[in-house]
């Protein structure tokens, strides 16, 4: 049997596995062991597999990823939710469906700093829906503000998804981290024009805020302050290039553990000793769970490099009779539907090894498409059948049937598609950033 | 960015169950080493940065000291990912099983995993034992690789016993399927991991909300 054939051979493997229940990190490991031992024997294929599981994941560029995990364990206690919504209602809410449109900004930066899309809706099922439905605001709108803005978790730093996305493309984790901002933030900002134009054609949905005042505004601020500051370290330090992700990350969480303790310390809230020992060990075994899967992958990875497929793949896909924006939106179609029913990074890591190649050869800009595929995964955390946000959002409030949260959702996906044809159209608001940073330090 | 989650089910079973407590101890050792790194790793480059950007004295070698952490977080906590059913995987088909057809099948998709586990295990081994015996180093300040390299093998012992507990668990299941699950993580819907995730975020105001959804 020829490489090529042993190639598409392992495809069909990993699929038929990964469908029947294997674990993706095993799924892919296994297959790329076993195909390296074919194609080079125990000693040189088993080996470079042996050697591949350490050598590919103990690499400094990976080391950002627990510290951007740990920033989103320690961030539920360092009391920001109720801080970041206080601040957003007095900035925003003077807008009509304005307690809404400050849901949407604290939820987008507190799911930013905690990484944790589904965790965030949870939260803010607490925070923010009792004060919209005793304001009188419609229920669908509550409580599909709530399990949109979790999404905005992974495109505004710190994000472990597209470090993961850099690492798998060998693209700058930087570059990465820096695209995800604008595109992060223009979605939330979709999202609150959405609720405006909603609200304001229709007022019953939810009205304005009343008697605000700028001294209410300006005594908010500190609220806000610890989640615009995590953000900064990060983007500051890499667009300065003073740091590197992995020590923005460690100063990001340092900074969140101490204001954890304190707020222990001087009002008694917050994080207990046993709640300290919980966020370690859950944030090592997220890490190990990212890990495995990545070196697992990167032994399938190997394997295939072998194979000659990923480029007779790419070959395959540029020459198809049709334009180049057709198969990518074929694509994206893909992966909203994987997104419904996988983990976003096993999904990523899973599939990127065949259609990265596929999409530069096609002209893309990888950064620009880590970006596009990030937002599609989130678009699969809220929409049905899966939909794990809206299950929150009702776990949270049972006096909100799912099938509303399911109704009040979609507005929301149709501003994510909205925001995806703009990124498609302009890919310059998300590679504006990453740009102007490589000139800097270049310069 | 949650795998689906799972916790065990422990009940006292004979020797599988004892089995699983004691290897539960080891499990949870490793991972708490692999999160005290994590936990250093932050204090470490902290400093790091202050000291080269406030006193312009870096720390030596701050990269190197890293990459050989690394092998902990890297590798020690997998056992203890698999127990508690962490690592990601798809379930529309798996979800819809039940009874002989799940038990089977997921025996099947631990014993892929084993047969893999162990010889990474082993070909891991021959990698450390190759760091020893050249006497590997690190570019910048020369630290040894070889404790670094000798995670692998460790964690993935410690993972194929995992593992071969969990086969042990699904064969008892699939021979019985009467008997309450030991040894193997469940399996759960969506509202189980939604539930999960707001104990998680709500940490403990979720206890009063049981209480009031309960009343």
């Not at chain 2, 701050?62 to 056992?79: C, P, Q, R």
Request: hydrophobic residues 55%; proline residues 5%; aromatic residues 12%.
């Amino acid at each position: 049997m020829d490489a090529y054939t042993l190639g598409i051979l392992s495809v069909v493997a990993i699929i038929t596995m990964v469908f029947i229940g294997v674990r993706i990190a095993f799924a892919a490991g296994v297959v790329g062991l076993f195909g390296l031992i074919i194609l080079k024997g125990w000693t040189a294929g088993g080996g470079m597999a042996g050697l591949t599981a350490h050598s590919s994941v103990t690499h400094y560029s990976l080391s950002v990823l627990p510290m951007f995990i740990l920033i989103g364990y320690l961030a539920y206690y360092a009391g920001l939710t109720q801080g970041a919504f206080r601040c957003a209602r007095a900035w925003f809410g003077w807008l009509p469906g304005g307690l809404a449109v400050a849901t949407v900004f604290a939820t987008a930066g507190f799911a930013a700093v905690s990484g944790a899309s589904t965790a965030t809706a949870a939260v803010f099922s607490r925070v923010a829906i009792p004060e919209m439905l005793s304001a009188g605001y419609d229920r669908r709108l509550a409580a599909g503000v709530v399990a949109a803005g979790g999404t905005l978790a992974s495109l505004i730093p710190p994000s472990a998804i597209l470090v993961v996305y850099a690492l798998i493309v060998e693209e700058s984790v930087g570059a990465l981290l820096m695209a995800g901002f604008i595109p992060g933030a223009f979605s939330a900002v979709v999202y609150a024009l959405i609720v405006i134009l909603r609200c304001k054609m229709n007022p019953s949905l939810g009205e304005a805020v009343q008697g605000l005042s700028w001294a209410e505004r300006f005594n908010s601020i500190p609220g806000m302050a610890p989640i615009v500051a995590v953000i900064a370290i990060i983007l500051g330090g890499i667009y300065t290039g003073w740091m590197t992700p992995t020590e923005t990350g460690a100063v990001g969480a340092a900074l969140i553990f101490f204001m954890a303790i304190g707020r222990r310390a001087i009002f008694g809230e917050g994080m207990t000793g046993k709640d300290f020992l919980d966020s370690m060990m859950e944030t090592g075994k997220l890490t190990v769970m990212i890990f495995t899967i990545i070196w697992g992958i990167l032994i399938y990875v190997r394997f295939l490099g072998f194979t000659g497929l990923t480029t007779a793949f790419a070959d395959w896909i540029v020459h198809l009779p049709v334009p180049p924006l057709v198969i990518l939106l074929m694509i994206l179609v893909v992966y909203i539907i994987l997104g419904m029913f996988m983990d976003g990074i096993g999904m990523l890591l899973l599939t990127l090894p065949v259609v990265h190649p596929a999409i530069i050869a096609l002209g893309y800009d990888p950064v620009w498409f880590g970006i596009i595929v990030v937002k599609m995964v989130e678009v699969g955390l809220v929409t049905p059948p899966i939909g794990l946000n809206c299950f929150v959002v009702n776990g949270v409030r049972p006096d909100i049937p799912l099938s509303e949260v399911f109704k009040g959702i979609w507005p929301f996906v149709i501003a994510d598609f909205i925001t995806v044809g703009v990124l498609i159209a302009f890919p310059g608001i998300v590679l504006f950033l990453p740009e102007m940073m490589i000139n800097n330090i270049a310069g | 960015m949650h795998g689906a989650g799972s916790a065990p089910r422990t009940a006292n079973a004979g020797l599988l169950g004892a089995l699983d407590r004691f290897v539960s101890y080891i499990e949870n050792a490793f991972t708490f080493v692999a999160a005290v790194f994590i936990f250093i790793m932050m204090f470490f480059l902290s400093a790091e940065v202050l000291g080269r950007k406030l006193f312009n004295s870096p720390i030596p070698g701050a990269i190197d000291w890293v990459e050989v952490w690394m092998g902990t977080f890297a590798f020690l906590g997998a056992a203890y990912c698999q127990r508690l059913g962490g690592h990601v995987r798809m379930e529309m088909l798996i979800g819809r099983l039940s009874g002989l057809k799940l038990w089977w099948s997921e025996f099947f998709a631990v014993t892929v995993a084993f047969i893999y586990v162990v010889i990474i295990a082993i070909q891991s081994y021959a990698h450390f034992a190759r760091a020893i015996e050249f006497g590997d180093s690190t570019i910048d300040i020369q630290l040894l690789t070889w404790p670094s390299k000798l995670m692998v093998p460790v964690a993935m012992s410690l993972l194929a016993v995992r593992l071969l507990l969990n086969m042990w668990g699904y064969v008892r299941l699939a021979l019985d399927p009467s008997k309450d699950p030991v040894a193997v993580p469940i399996m759960k819907s969506a509202e189980d991991i939604a539930r999960e995730e707001i104990e998680h975020g709500l940490g403990h105001d979720a206890d009063s909300l049981k209480n009031n959804n309960a009343r």
